[in-house]
């Protein structure tokens, strides 16, 4: 993939190593408050970093003793997330890109399977042609699921970037992204090895949704 659009956090070392170390740690998977935490806390991390590269203009801003000069966000983003596992990690942009609007959309994956599907009867999401789209997914896997919501999402607009944003990724599911959205941008926490035959992601951490909320019936 062309690596003007693709950023991955682990290749430079930051505290964000230490949140996705605790997200893959047996030990500390127990505690779903903390597992749902370091996810949030890996979205303000993301949301830091992606909000460099957004569009800024000088304002004058009035403080009680003086007018000053401060360069501030044009434009914010509107954030999607697919349910349920993205909730914590969209919160964490949502904390810094607290005037964004949001989608989120529906999906789920067939256990077992490398088949995905996506919920078409649920998708809440904003207008979006000629906006910047950050879709948020704490897992991309095979990337089927981002696909299919992202082609779905355009009967809403077509946005002028999409971002998609993942805490551990696939070298499979970034492969597909690229090739079914070459115009994206995948901004990672880290890319680990390969998909299993189960299609879960190696070392990986297991299910986010899972850990996070509890185990499905």
């Known amino acids: 993939m062309d690596s003007n659009r693709l950023f991955i956090l682990s290749q430079t070392p930051s505290l964000a190593n230490h949140f996705i170390s605790e997200l893959r740690d047996v030990t500390v998977q127990s505690d779903s408050l903390r597992f749902r935490r370091n996810l949030e806390r890996l979205g303000e991390v993301m949301a830091y970093k992606i909000s460099e590269t957004l569009p800024y203009a000088e304002q004058t801003i009035q403080t009680p003793l003086a007018q000053t000069q401060q360069t501030l966000l044009q434009e914010f983003p509107v954030l999607a997330t697919v349910l349920r596992a993205g909730l914590p990690f969209h919160q964490g942009f949502l904390n810094y890109f607290d005037r964004a609007t949001c989608a989120f959309v529906g999906a789920y994956r067939v256990e077992g399977a490398r088949q995905l599907s996506v919920h078409l009867d649920y998708m809440a999401t904003p207008h979006l042609e000629d906006k910047i789209l950050i879709l948020v997914d704490p897992m991309l896997a095979t990337g089927k699921s981002l696909v299919l919501t992202y082609k779905d999402m355009l009967r809403f607009g077509t946005p002028k970037r ?31 090895e390969q998909l299993n035959e189960n299609a879960y992601i190696v070392p990986g951490l297991g299910d986010a949704g899972d850990l996070a909320f509890g185990a499905k019936s």
């Open 162 to 192: 999409i971002i998609i944003a993942a805490i551990i990724a696939s070298p499979e599911g970034v492969a597909h992204v690229h090739e079914q959205i070459p115009e994206a941008e995948l901004w990672l926490g880290a890319m680990d």
